[in-house]
């Protein structure tokens, strides 16, 4: 860490170990820069938690706080990529140097590529999509569970980001289905072992909220029938709601797997 680094984190602490009252509870958000985890660090905010907001890009971080307003103070913005080890390791040092707990992560990073058929995608973008998606995924969970573990008092929630895709595929998808169907594995897992640490692990699988991922379904998108098709969106508004109501739970209640969609998308009865 750079001097000039080093004195802004010390400023950064300062702040939130003055202004944040052990009551106040601690999130962290991946992905927070834009989309789904923009509108779920939001509604965390807005409801009262400090928020930690994680992604590569800090500028798209910083705007995310800004949109907090009045609560912008009690973001804390740091760029991070989930897929390497080393960065993981910063994010976490500076969440228990600010804070010193944490009692909610939400799991929530992920990226695809263009659809296409197994043999004609190159492995170069295979690793693209499950490092961010099931690699980093792990690295988060595995550090949260680290620090909810030993922290006074014990416990915390973690919350992945798996997908309609956790349960079924969209043509040309292997990469992006396989993660999620990981992530999965990996909630299960994550809540089985938490059990004796007071650590909840569930899982909210979204189908269509509307962010840069999904402006594709507003011009038509493949269907597993052949055709192409419109497809209907919901306000990821809707997603983060949903998320703030997991995470307020009491930590002796879980969702264990929620899925939140648009009612009349292709999910039900698709194929």
């Known amino acids: 860490m750079h001097s000039s680094d080093a004195s802004a984190h010390t400023t950064t602490a300062a702040r939130f170990n003055k202004g944040t009252e052990m009551s106040q509870k601690i999130a962290l958000v991946t992905g927070a820069g834009s989309g789904v985890g923009r509108r779920t660090a939001l509604a965390f905010l807005n409801d009262g938690w400090s928020v930690v907001l994680a992604g590569r890009r800090i500028a798209e971080l910083e705007a995310t706080a800004k949109l907090a307003g ?38 929530n990073a992920g990226t695809n590529v263009p659809p ?57 998808s292997i990469a992006y289905t396989a ?39 507003a011009v038509g998108v493949p ?25 307020n739970l009491p930590l002796n209640a879980n969702v264990q797997f929620m899925t939140v969609m648009a009612t009349n998308m292709p999910f039900i009865g698709r194929g």
């Open 223 to 247: 269907q597993a029938n052949g055709t192409m098709a419109v497809e209907p969106t919901i306000d990821a508004g809707i997603v983060a709601n949903a998320v703030l109501h997991m995470a």
């Open 116 to 172: 296409t058929t197994a043999d004609n995608l190159g492995f170069e973008d295979w690793r693209k999509v499950v490092s961010v998606n099931l690699d980093g995924c792990f690295l988060i969970a595995s550090y949260a569970f680290g620090l909810m573990r030993k922290q006074e008092p014990q416990g915390g929630r973690i919350i992945n980001n798996g997908s309609i895709s956790a349960h079924v595929p969209r043509p040309g």
């Open 70 to 107: 009045d609560a912008s103070s009690q973001a804390l913005p740091v760029s991070t990529d989930v897929t390497q080890p080393e960065s993981v390791t910063a994010l976490f040092s500076q969440i228990e140097s600010t804070f010193g707990r944490l009692d909610m992560v939400f799991n």
């Open 179 to 217: 993660s999620k169907h990981a992530v999965t594995g990996l909630t299960r897992t994550l809540s089985l072992d938490g059990r004796p640490f007071n650590i909840a692990c569930g899982q909210i699988d979204i189908g269509n909220a509307a962010s840069e991922m999904t402006a594709r379904m």
